[in-house]
């Protein structure tokens, strides 16, 4: 199962550290991870602007199971957009913490 990471990039100070802690924690889980923070990592998201990386993070989710939310989320466009698409067309949406595997294994 793959968890799309979800949360504030914008503004946010260490955010990228943010998005590592609750990728280990996942995988630690037993999750594989997406995380909009490997196209910043790959200096694409300085070429880009906002509509052009919300199009390839929502193409990543996409290809998820369900979507992980980081604290201060709300505060978020970018995130809630993503947030607001996976209620409505079904994908399951829960705070990093909330996300205990439960397949086999």
């Keep these: 199962m793959k968890i799309y990471v979800a949360g504030p990039i914008t ?6 550290q943010n998005f590592e802690k609750a990728c280990e924690y996942l995988v630690d889980e037993g999750y594989e991870v997406a995380s909009p923070t ?18 390839a ?5 996409l290809n998820c199971d369900g979507v992980a939310l980081l604290d201060g989320w709300e505060k978020s466009k ?3 957009v993503e947030v607001d698409l996976a209620n ?17 294994g």
């Design 57 to 61: 993070t929502i193409q990543m989710m």
């Design 38 to 55: 490997w196209f910043d990592a790959q200096g694409e998201m300085l070429q880009w602007g906002w509509n052009e990386y919300m199009r």
């Design 11 to 16: 503004g946010v100070e260490g955010y990228r």
């Design 88 to 104: 409505k067309i079904g994908i399951p949406v829960h705070d990093l913490t909330d996300w205990t595997y439960q397949g086999e």
């Design 78 to 80: 970018g995130a809630q």
